[in-house]
C-alpha cells in the first residue's frame, strides 16, 4: 500500500507538469516551469527511495530528494511574489537563492562528514525501504530555512490580500491552501502516521494549485499580455541589435516584412547592404539626438514605419530596438485624401478662373 501510494503520487504529479508544459505560453517566466520541475524530481525519489536495495543508493536517492526539500519553499515565496506583483532587490533574491543553496550543499555530505547527518542506516517496513538517520548539528538549519520561508510567504500573502487591490484573493485564496497544507504536512502529518512521506502529497498539492492560478497570474500582467497579443496580431515586427550594429534577433513578423533578415545570422551584420546603410543611419541619427523619428521605408507596394529605440535588458539598455509597423493602409488613406484636395483644389481654380472671365466679358 505505500509503495502503492508513492507511485500514484508520481504519476498524478507527473500528469500535472505533462499539463503545464502543453498549456504553457511563450511569455511565462521561468519560474513556472520552476514549480514543476523541482517538484517531479522528488516524486520520483521518493519511488526510488521506497524500491532501494542498500544504504549508498539510498542515501544518493535521498541527496535528490533534497533538492525539492531545499528549493521547494523559496520556489513558493517567488511564486507568491509574482502573484502580489511584488518585486524585490537583486541583492535580496541573491541571498534568498544563496540559503537555500548553502542547505542543499550540507545535504551532499551526508556518507562523508557527520555534520548534517551523524548517521544513516535503511529499515525495510511495509513494504518498502525506510531511511533511518541521526541528525547532525547542522541540520536543525533546513529547519530555520523552511520557518523563514514560511513566514516570509504568510507575510506576502497578507500583504496581498490587504494591500493589492489588483491582486485576485481567488488566486491568493489558492495559494494560501497550498501553504497551509504544506504546513500540515512537513509538521503534522507524522503525528498522524510516519508510515508514508506527506510531502509527496504535499508537492502534488502545490502542483496542483499552481496549475489552477497559472493562467489567471498571466492575465494579471498586463504588459506580457500587450506583447503578445502584438505579437499574434502579426502588425508590428522587432528586430533588436547591439552597440556595434551587430544583428541579435527579429520576431517572426519582422522577418515577414523583411525577408532579407530571416537569414541573417546572430552577432553578425546584417547582410543587405541596403538595409545595413539604412539602419545604420538611423541608429546614428538616434544615438546623436536620442530622438524615436518614425522613418517610412517603401517595399513592394508596401510602407511600413520603422523607428529606432533603446533595446533594454531589465533596466540596463543592452542596445537598440527597431519597430516596424505595417502602415500601409494608413499612408495609402492619407494619399487618397490628399489626391482628393489636391483634384479639389484644381476644380476650384478652374472655376475660379471661369467666374472671372464671365465677369470680364461681361464688362466688355
Same mark, same amino acid.
Given at each position: 500500500?505505500?509503495?502503492? !501510494? !508513492?507511485?500514484?503520487?508520481c504519476v498524478l504529479s507527473l500528469i500535472c507538469c505533462m499539463f503545464f508544459f502543453w498549456?504553457?505560453?511563450?511569455?511565462?517566466?521561468?519560474? !513556472? %516551469?520552476?514549480?514543476f520541475v523541482v517538484s517531479i524530481i522528488p516524486q520520483f525519489c521518493y519511488v526510488l527511495l521506497a524500491i532501494s536495495n542498500d544504504v549508498g543508493e539510498a542515501?544518493?536517492?535521498?541527496?535528490f530528494l533534497y533538492l525539492g526539500g531545499s528549493f521547494l519553499p523559496l520556489i513558493g515565496l517567488m511564486l507568491v511574489l509574482s502573484i502580489c506583483q511584488i518585486k524585490v532587490p537583486k541583492i535580496v533574491r541573491f541571498v534568498m537563492f544563496l540559503f537555500p543553496s548553502a542547505i542543499y550543499g550540507l545535504s551532499l555530505t551526508v556518507g562523508h562528514w557527520d555534520l548534517y547527518y551523524k548517521s544513516v542506516d535503511i529499515v525495510h517496513r511495509n513494504g518498502v525501504t525506510v531511511l533511518v538517520k541521526e541528525y547532525g548539528p547542522l541540520h536543525?538549519?533546513? !529547519?530555520v530555512q523552511i520557518i523563514v520561508f514560511l513566514i516570509a510567504t504568510i507575510i506576502v500573502l497578507l500583504i496581498g490580500w490587504f494591500k493589492k487591490p489588483n491582486v485576485s484573493k481567488r488566486d491568493l485564496a489558492i495559494a494560501s491552501f497550498m501553504q497551509i497544507f504544506s504546513i500540515f504536512a512537513f509538521f503534522l502529518g507524522r503525528l498522524i502516521t510516519k508510515e508514508i512521506e506527506w510531502m509527496a502529497l504535499g508537492n502534488l498539492v502545490d502542483e496542483i494549485g499552481f496549475?489552477?492560478?497559472?493562467?489567471?497570474?498571466?492575465?494579471?500582467?498586463?504588459? +506580457?499580455?500587450?506583447i503578445s497579443s502584438i505579437q499574434n496580431e502579426g502588425k508590428v515586427g522587432y528586430i533588436a541589435m547591439d552597440f556595434e550594429k551587430h544583428y541579435l534577433s527579429a520576431t517572426d513578423t519582422a522577418k515577414?516584412?523583411?525577408?532579407?533578415? %530571416?537569414?541573417?545570422? %546572430? +552577432?553578425?551584420?546584417i547582410e543587405n547592404e541596403a538595409l545595413r546603410d539604412m539602419f545604420s543611419k538611423w541608429i546614428d541619427e538616434f544615438s546623436k539626438d536620442n530622438l524615436e523619428v518614425k522613418h517610412v521605408y517603401h517595399k513592394d507596394k508596401r510602407i511600413f514605419l520603422i523607428h529606432v529605440g533603446d533595446l533594454y535588458d531589465g533596466t540596463d539598455i543592452r542596445g537598440?530596438?527597431?519597430?516596424?509597423? +505595417? +502602415?500601409?493602409?494608413r499612408q495609402e488613406h492619407l494619399e487618397d485624401i490628399e489626391r482628393y484636395n489636391m483634384t479639389l483644389n484644381q476644380e476650384l481654380m478652374a472655376k475660379s478662373k471661369l467666374i472671372k472671365e464671365l465677369k470680364e466679358s461681361q464688362k466688355s
Open positions: 500500500m505505500v509503495l502503492s !501510494y !508513492y507511485i500514484v503520487v498549456n504553457k505560453r511563450n511569455y511565462y517566466p521561468v519560474l !513556472y %516551469a520552476m514549480v542515501v544518493t536517492i535521498n541527496k536543525t538549519l533546513f !529547519y496549475l489552477l492560478i497559472m493562467n489567471h497570474i498571466s492575465l494579471y500582467r498586463v504588459e +506580457d499580455m500587450v515577414r516584412f523583411l525577408p532579407e533578415i %530571416a537569414s541573417n545570422r %546572430a +552577432d553578425n551584420v537598440y530596438l527597431l519597430v516596424i509597423t +505595417d +502602415d500601409t493602409e
